[in-house]
């Protein structure tokens, strides 16, 4: 899920010249393996699997010979060394090939959680199963934005003629759905609620468990153009809440069910989906790994980079300290130390993910320059 226009930040630069990321607008400040908590062999190892998932996925437009991430090639023969370490050495190959940064020492981060629920669905539409899930539709395009702000940016839109026009919003879609207007072959699933439908839209993918018990992988396939609002700042706007979570979010929504289109429809976005060999694709299109794949805001920190996390976990106050790679974006991830830690698949990932609201810093592990 993305922003159609997204405001480039500029930020006063800190640390070393030439640092990786002056050119992406943010600040990095040179540190070191030995200032981070929790550095150990066992982060390295387990993190492995997860940046060598990514190695198959590295951006050669974004990995140019010039990049302050370093190049492709610099990457791939990395990517190449690291998979063939044995355990005791993976550590030290890091420490002796990568540098850490810590990124935009002045600004305050912030680190939600995001997981993978699973939802009772059907193929067919019946009783207890009526609310759609919907495909891309044939008539929704993407493009570069031209000029101006957010030149390069792709925005969607609906083609009339030589023009772009906006796609149709949240509140116009469900009023085709509710009126019938909506094509058979649009429809991918059909599951419970309209409540269930607005949470799987938010977290972007997930699971849809069908009659026969089997599961099927739902995905991002992409949106109608139209920027993100959260249901839980209007609800809070309007004096409905005083604490914002997931949990006092469902809470409200249960208590007023004749609510929920109208809250639903302060947001403008509309996901779509597609099926999927993978319970939680990435927007790398890498599967997510629990406690190692970081959302971020892929204008600061390219997809396929490691990271180092350091935070809290809401749920219980203990340090969360990790060794995590960049693979993955929502529409609410925006700026450079802001991150969405995937928690995992089902209730107890639920658990971890709803509450997750902490500060924390995050630093990014490049090659060193040679």
């Known amino acids: ?20 990321g002056h050119s992406m607008g943010t600040s990095l400040q040179l540190t070191s393996f030995k200032a981070l908590t929790g550095w150990s062999n066992e982060q390295a190892n387990e993190t492995r699997p997860v940046l060598l998932n990514s190695c198959r996925k590295l951006n050669r437009r974004t990995l140019t010979d010039n990049s302050p991430w370093g190049s492709y090639k610099q990457w791939q023969q990395l990517c190449g060394e690291l998979s063939g370490l044995p355990e005791g050495k993976v550590k030290q190959f890091f420490e002796d090939n990568f540098q850490v940064y810590r990124v935009a020492v002045n600004q305050p981060g912030l680190f939600t959680g995001y997981y993978s629920p699973v939802y009772q669905g059907r193929l067919q539409k019946e009783p207890g199963f009526e609310t759609p899930l919907l495909k891309l ?23 009339t003629g030589d023009s772009l026009k906006p796609y ?11 009126t019938g207007r909506v094509k058979p072959e649009q429809i991918l699933v059909w599951i419970r609620s309209p409540s269930d439908k607005f ?8 699971n849809v468990q069908l009659k026969d018990g089997s599961l099927l992988h739902v995905a991002y396939a992409g949106n109608n153009g ?22 006092t979010i469902k809470e409200w929504l249960n208590a007023h069910p004749d609510k929920q289109r109208e809250l639903f429809n302060q947001n403008p976005r509309y996901i779509f989906f597609r099926a999927a060999k993978m319970g939680a694709v990435t927007a790398q299109g890498v599967p997510a790994t629990p406690h190692r794949t970081l959302a971020v805001d892929p204008k600061y920190i390219p997809y396929g980079i490691p990271v180092w996390l350091d935070t809290k976990l809401t749920a219980s106050g203990e340090p969360y300290r990790k ?29 971890l993910a709803g509450p997750q609201q902490s500060p924390g810093k995050l630093y990014v592990i490049v090659p060193k320059r040679r």
């Open 168 to 178: 149709d919003t949240r509140a116009e879609i469900e009023e085709k759905i509710s």
């Open 226 to 247: 139209h920027g993100y609002v959260a249901i839980g700042r209007v609800l809070k706007e309007r004096g409905e809440l005083q604490e914002v979570s997931l949990a």
């Open 199 to 206: 949470f799987l839209q938010i977290q972007g993918s997930g």
């Open 323 to 351: 060794m995590m790679v960049a693979q993955d974006t929502g529409s609410a991830i925006k700026g450079p130390v802001r991150g969405d830690i995937y928690m995992g698949v089902g209730p107890e990932a639920e658990q």
């Open 1 to 20: 899920m993305r922003k159609i226009i997204l405001i480039v930040m500029a930020l006063m630069v800190s640390g070393c010249t030439s640092q990786p």
């Open 137 to 159: 539709p044939e008539d929704l395009v993407t493009v570069k934005h031209r000029g101006g702000q957010g030149k390069g940016e792709r925005i969607a839109g609906k083609k």
